[in-house]
């Protein structure tokens, strides 16, 4: 196996996440703002999408509003108000939204369709699916952020793997996370069976990619956060929700 070369992710550092960047940057309206915000609507665009959806919203109204609010952010009229160093984007947003939805919608469309047409956010992927009736909005916003950020670090993961030669570790990694295969000698024999290798081999892939996972994880997260040592409070967060 090749050396460790790291995770292969960007390494956000304090005042370089993209919510800092945005709060921060004179012209909001930038290449580089666009850019930014971007990456935070891939990420959470399904949250958002998934908590209007939750509060009475047809998919299509819950889209149109969707691509309303990640306008307004661009614009600061709304990310203005937040505070970095009090919670993060996540926490931010969801108390955030039920003021966005009680205000004049109508108006909101209106403010952000010239600009919602200049970025680089008005085709994400939408699943058509309806919102779990038996938890709240706000638990249903904090689910959907939660396979975001996990989805987006199996994906980082994968090329990550590839590219170092390490398929066999993504895979393995991939069948104990998504697939519920813990790691007892009895499911590591059938799978070193099953994938023609040596049990230890198996092992000693999945540890390094599991290192890896762990470090793209963190990398993730500490986007959304304004320092590290807001990292693990976010963690637990996510796996709260989808425990």
Same mark, same amino acid.
């Given at each position: 196996?090749?050396?460790?070369?790291?995770?292969?992710?960007?390494?956000?550092?304090?005042?370089?996440?993209?919510?800092?960047?945005?709060?921060?940057?004179?012209?909001?309206?930038?290449?580089?703002?666009?850019?930014?915000?971007?990456?935070?609507? +891939? &990420?959470?665009?399904?949250?958002?999408?998934?908590?209007?959806?939750? &509060?009475?919203?047809?998919?299509?109204?819950?889209?149109?509003? !969707?691509?309303?609010?990640?306008?307004?952010?661009?614009?600061?009229?709304?990310?203005?108000?937040?505070?970095?160093?009090?919670?993060?984007?996540? !926490?931010?947003?969801?108390?955030?939204?039920?003021?966005?939805?009680?205000?004049?919608?109508?108006?909101?469309?209106?403010?952000?369709?010239?600009?919602?047409?200049?970025?680089?956010?008005?085709?994400?992927?939408? $699943?058509?699916?309806?919102?779990?009736?038996?938890? !709240?909005?706000?638990? $249903?916003?904090?689910?959907?952020?939660?396979?975001?950020?996990?989805?987006?670090?199996?994906?980082?993961?994968?090329?990550?793997? +590839?590219?170092?030669? $390490?398929?066999?570790?993504?895979?393995?990694?991939? &069948?104990?996370?998504?697939?519920?295969?813990?790691?007892?000698?009895?499911?590591?024999?059938?799978?070193?069976? +099953?994938?023609?290798?040596?049990?230890?081999?198996?092992?000693?892939?999945?540890?390094?990619?599991?290192?890896?996972?762990?470090?793209?994880?963190?990398?993730?997260?500490?986007?959304?956060?304004?320092?590290?040592?807001?990292?693990?409070? $976010?963690?637990?967060?996510?796996?709260?929700?989808?425990?």
């Amino acid at each position: 196996m090749k050396e460790d070369t790291g995770s292969g992710s960007q390494d956000w550092g304090i005042n370089a996440t993209p919510w800092t960047s945005i709060l921060g940057a004179d012209d909001p309206s930038s290449q580089e703002c666009v850019r930014q915000l971007s990456f935070l609507a +891939e &990420r959470y665009w399904k949250p958002v999408h998934f908590f209007i959806q939750r &509060r009475g919203k047809s998919p299509g109204d819950a889209t149109g509003l !969707t691509h309303s609010l990640f306008s307004i952010m661009l614009q600061k009229e709304f990310l203005d108000k937040s505070d970095p160093s009090r919670a993060s984007l996540r !926490t931010y947003l969801r108390e955030a939204l039920p003021q966005y939805l009680s205000s004049d919608l109508q108006d909101a469309f209106s403010a952000a369709s010239t600009m919602a047409q200049q970025t680089l956010f008005l085709t994400p992927v939408v $699943e058509e699916a309806v919102p779990d009736e038996a938890i !709240t909005a706000e638990e $249903e916003f904090d689910r959907q952020w939660a396979y975001a950020v996990v989805n987006q670090v199996l994906r980082e993961l994968k090329v990550l793997c +590839e590219r170092e030669g $390490e398929q066999l570790g993504f895979q393995v990694l991939s &069948r104990r996370l998504v697939e519920g295969e813990l790691p007892s000698y009895g499911a590591t024999r059938t799978l070193s069976l +099953e994938l023609g290798v040596e049990p230890e081999a198996l092992e000693k892939a999945y540890h390094k990619s599991l290192h890896w996972y762990r470090n793209l994880f963190r990398q993730e997260v500490r986007a959304y956060v304004s320092t590290d040592n807001k990292v693990e409070e $976010e963690i637990r967060g996510l796996w709260k929700a989808v425990h």
